[in-house]
């Protein structure tokens, strides 16, 4: 079992920068490959980035590429993500999710990820 926290989210404005984390406890985190996702209202939970567990392969959907930063600190059982030039469009939920195997590593499907937080309210006024 993995129980993951995240915080950071926040209001900011367009252009701003926020940087979430999730906490991570239970089994060694530096065995699972991590992610996170973003659920806006009214609409599915989207992939948003992805990292394998050494942190080495880093994976991002292509709306935020250039803008947003995966990363991970396996002797802090932690997981961030940088998140800069922020557009409206960002706003969502943001949820951190664990896999259980290797093969998942870089996975943008949700099913892949058995182990998720209470996500964290992200919102960038225009």
């Known amino acids: 079992q993995v129980q993951l926290v995240e915080s950071g989210g926040g209001l900011v404005q367009a252009g701003g920068s926020l940087r979430l984390s999730c906490a991570a406890s239970g089994r060694t985190f530096s065995n699972y490959p991590m992610a996170w996702f973003r659920q806006a209202p009214g609409k599915e939970r989207d992939f948003v980035a992805a990292?394998?567990?050494?942190?080495?392969?880093?994976y991002y959907v292509d709306s935020v590429k250039g803008r947003f930063t995966i990363s991970r600190d396996n002797t802090k059982n932690m997981l961030y993500l940088q998140m800069n030039s922020l557009k409206p469009e960002d706003t969502a939920v943001y949820y951190c999710a664990a896999a259980k195997s290797v093969l998942s590593s870089g996975s943008s499907r949700p099913t892949n990820y058995p182990y998720w937080g209470q996500g964290t309210q992200v919102t960038v006024s225009s």
């Open positions: 990292i394998n567990h050494s942190g080495i392969q880093k």
